[in-house]
């Protein structure tokens, strides 16, 4: 079991079991998209034209 010792939260544990860490896959995918968004929304590389500097 991850973090949840099955003595705190017994039907918490039956259910990670069963149906996995739902929170922790939900986090995990989070994650993952916003490095996602910030690689393609990286304006970074982009320079204003010399007209509105």
């Known amino acids: 079991m991850s973090f949840v010792d099955r ?6 544990a ?3 079991e069963e149906q996995g860490d739902v929170p922790a896959e939900v986090r995990r995918v989070a ?3 916003l490095r996602e968004v910030d690689r ?3 304006f970074s590389a982009v320079r204003a034209p010399a007209a509105f500097r």
């Open 40 to 42: 393609a929304l990286d």
């Open 7 to 12: 003595s705190e939260a017994p039907i918490y």
């Open 31 to 33: 994650e993952q998209t």
């Open 14 to 16: 039956g259910l990670v």
